[in-house]
């Protein structure tokens, strides 16, 4: 069994849809929470991150993390064309980060 | 401008050919990491270094090794490559070891005939 759990989609919505994300871990000493959108072709890059549990909001993006249930999500409101990318949900517990597989959005104008 | 680079981008190579994918970033990083990305299987992390001269496995270190000289470089060697390590490997770096906040690279894409 994996570390994290991603379903990799792919996901297909229209312009101003809300897409949710989400991912479910099995390691209890993963302390950071993060997501990271990667276009084709290049690098990931950080979107945000949470530290334990709780909800955090930048912009149109949220972030929750329950840690009793050992899921987190990641909500995009208002998506756009731009938002089209692979979006992968990383943990980081004990110098080590553990990525899920990735989802694929595509958001249709 | 704050970037993590690697060379090269694009390599094709025959087995059992030594080769080195360099790495180096400019933010005065401690901590620096190799991770290779697969279909269906995401990022795996193969080796990281907490600082200078201090590096340890990842999830999949069997047939690489690393070294850190210099805290801005970390370079990835293959020593005999085979076709299974045909994949595109992305080098990251943060401060400190919390690793909320890795910066990549933009990826060098390896093909192992």
Known sequence: QKEVEQDPGPLSVPEGAIV?????????????????????????????????????????????????????????????????????????????????????????? | EAQVTQNPRYLITVTGKKLTVTCSQNMNHEYMSWYRQDPGLGLRQIYYSMNVEVTDKGDVPEGYKVSRKEKRNFPLILESPSPNQTSLYFCASSFGGGLYEQYFGPGTRLTVT
């Open chain 1, 20 to 109: 949710s994300l989400n991912c479910t871990y099995s390691n209890s000493a993963f302390q950071y929470f993060m997501w990271y959108r990667q276009y084709s072709r290049k690098g990931p890059e950080l979107l945000m991150y949470t530290y334990s549990s709780g909800n955090k909001e930048d912009g149109r993006f949220t972030a929750q993390v329950d840690k009793s249930s050992k899921y987190i999500s990641l909500f995009i409101r208002d998506s756009q064309p731009s938002d089209s990318a692979t979006y992968l949900c990383a943990m980081s517990g004990d110098y080590k980060l553990s990525f899920g597989a990735g989802t694929t959005v595509t958001v249709r104008a």
